[in-house]
């Protein structure tokens, strides 16, 4: 019986058990996840096991996730007191995503599980003491053995930092009160592993009012594509973080495509290893620290997506888009896509309308070389109630966005599946979840190609 592994790299119950606890004010965290079974047709048995840092089993849990539809785990098994990682087994394919929850609902974020690990994890944005923003991330070891990680902070020669980890454990590296990175510090890291280690990773973002989560990436691409940039839409603005993983320096240039605004571009150097900031300071903030060139509106409304259309040196780049609204402090993170890793199917392990006043939103984008046109299903967990949407015909780098408030039944929670409608087009997608409360009540996470 062939199984399907995702890894989630979970900060669950107090971060006081964790020596990030005093850099991050003290926060406490609370996690939950959603599987979402792949098969249309066959429920899914999975094994969901929970390890202690020092890579001690916690808890091991049975379940079955009919088919079609997915399971919502909030608690979490292990219980109050609860800090490490989850691996997830599955008889079928399965996606899954987790939510984070800080000082009860004041701040929040959501991030993807894994399929699997590699010996590299690239973190385009890493931060100590960054206008009240600080950094910290776990590393998960995927593989069968233990490994030796070692950390590498761009421009810091002399901080690096290693961690030994227990297979399906994870290691804690909080820059917060890492002494040797200067103060402030805003960079890039790479993480690898010992010969043969497989290991993920995700980041911690957080701010006095704000936190952000996103993924460290195992690979990278010449041409990466961003399917949702805002910038003073509504308070909403967006910084993408675009990390070269290569060994040289290269001219990126950004073109983006606007649903509301006007088409622009934007250039930048990035040299190997480190990151540059784009979009933040060409629409809407002064003070670049390293000014590039672009035609951008600046203080214009802007909504649309964006692609990295010139690449000087061919150098792999990886990204991270952070979004914020100046005006509630609402803030959350995705990872910009490879299109080669894209297909005609996405799904969305989370969908929600009036749900304690959560609903979602999505971008579906079309990244391939043909027109097509979307249908978008979505299932309730019970699968008691369905619903469907379709687009309007997206041209090559055009986007599709819903909302699902008020679109599906009162108190729905379920998942979602988008299918482009022309055989065989690519398409990507990210998923906003907003709560109406006070806080930061926005959550982002990207939508898995199937």
């Not at 049975?62 to 490490?84: E, K, L, R």
């Not at 930048?268 to 540059?276: I, Y």
């Not at 002064?286 to 600046?298: E, H, L, Q, R």
Request: aromatic share 8%; hydrophobic share 40%; proline share 4%.
């Amino acid at each position: 019986m062939k199984k399907v592994v995702v890894l989630l790299v979970l900060a669950a119950a107090l971060l006081l058990l964790v020596p990030a606890a005093g850099a991050q004010g003290g926060l406490s965290y609370n996690a939950g996840f959603q599987v979402q079974n792949l098969s249309d047709t066959n429920d899914a048995t999975i094994n969901i096991t929970y390890y202690d840092q020092d890579g001690s089993v916690n808890t091991t849990v049975t379940d079955t996730v009919d088919a079609g539809s997915s399971n919502t785990y909030f608690p979490i098994h292990a219980g109050a007191g609860f800090n490490g990682s989850v691996v997830i087994s599955s008889d079928q394919p399965v996606a899954a995503i987790t939510n984070i929850l800080a000082n009860g609902v004041s701040y929040g974020a959501s991030y993807g599980g894994f399929s699997a690990g590699a010996n590299a994890v690239s973190l385009p944005l890493v931060m100590k003491a960054n206008s009240g923003f600080s950094t910290w991330f776990n590393v998960q070891n995927a593989g069968a053995s233990a490994t030796t990680v070692t950390v590498e902070y761009a421009g810091q020669p002399t901080c690096d930092q290693s961690a030994t980890i227990q297979p399906g454990a994870a290691a804690t590296f909080d820059q917060g009160t890492f002494g040797c990175l200067p103060s402030p510090y805003i960079g890039a890291a790479s993480v690898t592993a010992s010969s043969g280690g497989s290991i993920v990773a995700t980041v911690m973002e957080v701010g006095t009012t704000t936190l952000f989560a996103y993924n460290g990436f195992t690979g990278g691409t010449t041409n990466p594509v961003i399917p949702l940039v805002n910038a003073n839409n509504s308070g909403f603005i967006t910084g993408i973080q675009v990390q070269n993983t290569g060994g040289s320096s290269t001219s990126v240039t950004l073109s983006y495509d606007a649903v509301v605004g006007t088409d622009c571009t934007e250039t930048k150097t990035v040299p190997a290893g480190q990151s540059r900031t784009f979009a933040l300071y060409a629409f809407s903030l002064g003070g670049d620290p390293n000014p590039g060139t672009n035609n951008c509106a600046f203080g214009a409304q802007f909504i649309g997506a964006a692609t990295v259309s010139a690449n000087s040196g061919g150098q792999d780049l990886v990204g991270i888009v952070n979004q914020l609204n100046l005006g509630t402090n609402k803030g959350s993170s995705y990872n910009a896509f490879d299109d080669a890793l894209a297909s005609d199917t996405v799904v969305m392990p989370l969908i929600m309308d009036r749900n304690s006043g959560f609903f979602t939103g999505f971008n579906v984008q079309n990244v391939g070389g043909s027109s097509t046109t979307v249908t978008c299903d979505f299932t309730s967990n019970d699968g008691g109630t369905t619903g469907t949407v379709t687009s309007g015909t997206l041209a090559p780098g055009a986007a599709f966005n819903h909302l699902q408030l008020n679109f599906l039944a009162n108190g729905f929670v379920g998942s979602g599946v988008c299918t482009a409608n022309t055989s065989g087009v690519p398409i990507i997608g990210v998923v906003n979840e907003l709560g109406s409360g006070a806080g930061d009540l926005l959550f982002t996470y990207e939508a898995f190609n199937n």
